[in-house]
């Protein structure tokens, strides 16, 4: 059945989800992380119900271990829970983490994956957070676009009903939690006719009531706590069959082809990528670009990390691969590989895969951008006879000089036809706000695909905003900073005086817009050399939006009156 479409951002679509199937929301902000709590409140205070026919009670903690405690004894009363946070705020759970899994209660903590403090704060993505949690006892489940994240945002939410598991639903920070696109949502109705209501029934049966008293969270001693840990394994050994049962009711449902890993790429394919998060969809773009011109490579997308499945990754890694690229999106300094790369390598050896070379890879710490340069760098680098054991792409690392070489510009992968834009703007000055709403505009009212991405500074409110639009008739899926744009807008002039290079990423022939109130003699003084002869040398169109200085219109330095209007004058570059 075809699902209504809706333009949203990925903290919307987590958001969406958890409050059809929760009954209790314990919360407490932090970047990126706060919307999908904002939201649920915002709903909930208009009313909005549940598929459980309620409203949820949402409650704001004093600190993100508060929520957490909020959160356990909320499931300990027979309310299912859910929460949303990350970075350090997901490590004050940690503890609760522990006693929620071994209690094996249902509950979802949506995480927008972001960076953990080390030598500097860093308010944006990668997966030193969630990576943190691996031992806590909870599944995780991974989502790599806004459209996943509603796709399969469900499966936490059901399985950790179901399966007596808490689910860690993760995706990245910023670059998926923040990007908006033109999605297709879900109905409560489909939701609500895939949710074990039985389970639900147990679970509440369950809680802890002075009516029918139960004791929880006893002191054991070493003579039996060690057996009692291991007394869990099943419901693990359980849970990845009811994963998959899920997720096929849901691609009955949508029509797609989740499963616990998915492969993407040629079927003969000698090369092959590893990888969970937002990077998946720009190498998704690289496959495609590399198939049509002979080669033979695929990515293997990880979405269900915890528990690990062994059999289920060797079931779609294509057998003619001979050479595979993890890529974490977190350091673990001393070790002797990132967590992804040691569950790879661990199941290819176990499988007795040692003729096939796996190396291991970082990118995207604290949000650096990894555009399909970074993704052909990795394929070039499982090409060589001895490629790089241990590496990082998206930086030029002069220390250890782990980086790889990246050859750019890189040939363009986005889908035929996208149309590019980007707007430089001041932190408050409400381009990110026209923006947000301009691409909704557009893909709520049109038939046309839409991707925003907003990039700005821990200062937000006073420093740089760069924004990042794209539209066109054909599914865009580039999860990258745009480069190359037919549009490029400067909405602070002060930019240009700092020489910013902003017109170095307009397409030849593309438009360069200036909005300032400078006539075309003062914008002459104002462009440095550099930049004209940019764009001289590409034929860039140079319309310039000039603000009415005086009401009456002022002279000139020769005495000439002028009217100013706001108007667009092209200028001829020369």
């Not at 993890?326 to 350091?331: A, N, S």
């Not at 603000?547 to 219109?553: A, K, S, V």
Request: with cysteine.
């Amino acid at each position: 059945m075809p699902r209504a479409k809706q333009t949203m951002d990925g903290n919307t679509a987590a958001a969406h989800v958890a409050y059809a199937f929760t009954d209790v929301a314990a919360i407490y902000p932090i970047t990126p992380s706060s919307p999908m709590a904002d939201s649920v409140d915002q709903w909930s205070a208009a009313g909005q119900k549940n598929i459980f026919g309620n409203q949820v009670k949402v409650v704001e903690m004093e600190s993100e271990a508060g929520a957490a405690g909020a959160v356990h004894g909320a499931l300990g009363a027979g309310a299912i829970t859910t929460t949303f946070t990350a970075s350090q705020g997901l490590l004050l759970m940690i503890p609760n983490m522990y006693k929620i899994a071994a209690e094996q209660l249902p509950c979802v903590f949506d995480v927008s994956a972001r960076t953990v403090a080390t030598q500097s704060l860093n308010i944006f993505g990668d997966h030193s957070d969630v990576m943190a949690c691996r031992q806590t006892g909870f599944a995780m489940l991974a989502e790599s676009s806004v459209q996943e994240v509603m796709d399969l945002s469900p499966v936490a939410h059901l399985c950790a009903i179901e399966g007596h598991v808490p689910f860690l639903n993760f995706f990245d920070g910023f670059r998926t939690s923040h990007e908006y696109q033109k999605i297709e949502k879900w109905d409560y109705a489909d939701l609500k006719e895939m949710c074990n209501m039985e389970a639900v029934e147990e679970f509440r049966k369950n809680a802890l009531n002075p009516e029918h008293p139960k004791m929880r969270g006893s002191h054991e001693n070493g003579d039996v706590f060690f057996q009692h840990r291991e007394a869990c394994n099943p419901v693990y050994d359980a849970l990845p069959a009811i994963v998959e049962k899920y997720m096929a009711k849901i691609n009955a449902k949508i029509g797609t082809n989740y499963d616990l890993f998915n492969y993407y790429g040629a079927p003969d394919a000698d090369r092959v990528i590893v990888a969970m998060g937002s990077i998946c969809d720009v190498a998704d773009e690289v496959i495609d670009y590399l198939n049509a011109r002979g080669e033979k490579v695929g990515i293997v997308k990880v979405r269900l990390y915890r528990p690990w499945v062994s059999a289920s990754l060797l079931k779609v890694l294509p057998k003619t691969a001979k050479k595979v690229a993890v890529l974490d999106r977190t350091k673990e300094p001393g070790s002797l590989g990132e967590p992804l790369y040691l569950d790879v390598a661990t199941t290819l050896r176990e499988a007795g895969m040692n003729d096939v070379t796996v190396i291991g890879g970082r990118y995207g710490l604290g949000s650096k951008d990894t555009p399909p340069s970074s993704v052909f760098a990795v394929y070039t680098e499982l090409a060589k006879d001895q490629p790089k054991e241990r590496f990082t792409i998206g930086i030029v690392d002069d220390v250890t000089n782990l980086s790889l070489p990246e050859v750019k510009p890189a040939p363009i992968t986005a889908a035929e036809g996208t149309k590019e834009c980007k707007f430089w703007g001041l932190g408050g000055d409400g381009t990110v706000g026209a923006n947000k709403n301009s691409v909704k505009i557009i893909g709520d009212h049109t038939d046309k695909y839409v991707q925003a991405y907003f990039q700005y500074d821990s200062k937000k409110t006073g420093g740089v905003t760069i924004s990042h639009l794209r539209f066109g008739d054909k599914p865009i899926r580039s999860p990258y900073y745009i480069n190359q744009a037919d549009f490029v807008a400067c909405h602070n002039p002060a930019y240009v005086n700092m020489g910013m290079k902003m017109v170095q990423d307009v397409k030849p022939g593309g438009v360069f817009m200036i909005n300032c109130q400078w006539d075309d003699e003062e914008l002459a003084h104002h462009l440095n050399a550099e930049a004209k002869k940019y764009i001289a040398d590409n034929h860039i169109q140079l319309p310039a939006v000039h603000h009415q200085r005086h009401r009456q219109g002022h002279r000139d330095r020769h005495g000439q009156a002028h009217q100013h209007h706001p108007a667009v004058r092209f200028l001829q570059a020369g």
